[in-house]
């Protein structure tokens, strides 16, 4: 993890941190899409997703067509609400559920789809590192 930690910590700084009291978004989102972590990285969060009902907008994210959108309400059925993955990023995060739940409704269908340009999630998980955090700044940074 300490390749990890390092890429999160300069992706961080390069965002400014947690200005203004703000969660740390990148760092979040990248934690809980990385290989190695205890629900499964990006191919786990997704397939908690799809078992959660929301298998046709993850399945538009991934493809070359456009995405569905998803509200922050599904998000929050489909990852556990309060006792799972949600609870525990809304936690980290210092946010309510309703919160975590709409940020990621918003981050993840364009996350998911930059990292799937052709159409098919990558075979080692969320891709490099790098393009993680680099996905995850661009469009906190927008």
Do not use: C, F, K, Y
């Amino acid at each position: 993890m300490g390749l990890l930690d390092s890429v999160l910590g300069a992706a961080t700084q390069a965002l400014g941190g947690q200005q203004g009291g703000n969660p740390d978004w990148v760092g979040l989102v990248s934690g809980l899409l990385a290989n190695g972590t205890a629900h499964g990285g990006l191919a786990g969060v997704l397939q908690q997703l799809e078992a959660g009902g929301l298998g046709q907008q993850v399945q538009s994210w991934i493809s070359t067509g456009g995405n569905l959108p998803v509200s922050g309400e599904q998000i929050t059925a489909a990852l556990g609400g309060a006792g799972g993955l949600l609870g525990q990023l809304a936690q980290q995060a210092g946010v309510s559920h309703a919160e975590a739940g709409q940020q990621l409704s918003q981050l993840l269908p364009q996350i998911v789809d930059h990292l799937t340009p052709g159409g098919q999630l990558p075979a080692g998980g969320a891709g490099g590192l790098g393009e993680l955090t680099s996905v995850l700044g661009a469009l906190l940074n927008r």
